[in-house]
């Protein structure tokens, strides 16, 4: 099982940047597609960005293309999102997550997501 701890976050003016991290505090990523969604009060959670396991391809929501890159540190065992040229729309609580499954990462299906970051709040100014 892996646990995920998402420290970062903050609040950044429009046009800014800010790098979130998740860390695995416990288990390791190797076993997992691992991806990004965010939420705000009253939406469901949204996917933002993912990491497929086997291929490492890479897929953005159309809301991110161009503006957010994910990445990860094998050494580190961490999972970042980059996000340049914010938005106020941008606005949410962002959470990392984990499952074994691709299909899971989407906004359709994150609630079959099985590992969660407790998220963190990203605030965009105007």
């Known amino acids: 099982q892996v646990q995920l701890a998402e420290p970062g976050g903050g609040l950044v003016q429009t046009g800014g940047s800010l790098r979130l991290s998740c860390v695995a505090s416990t288990g390791t990523f190797n076993y997992y597609h691992l991806g990004w969604f965010r939420q705000t009060p009253g939406k469901e959670r949204e996917f933002v960005a993912g990491w497929h396991l086997g291929t490492s391809t890479i897929v953005y929501a159309d809301s991110a293309k161009g503006r957010f890159t994910i990445s990860r540190d094998y050494d580190k065992n961490t999972l970042y999102l980059q996000m340049n040229q914010l938005k106020p729309e941008d606005t949410a609580v962002y959470y990392c997550?984990?499952?074994?499954?691709?299909?899971?990462?989407?906004?359709?299906?994150?609630?079959?997501?099985?590992?969660w970051g407790q998220g963190t709040q990203v605030t965009v100014s105007s």
């Open positions: 997550a984990a499952d074994r499954k691709w299909a899971s990462m989407s906004t359709e299906t994150a609630s079959a997501v099985n590992h």
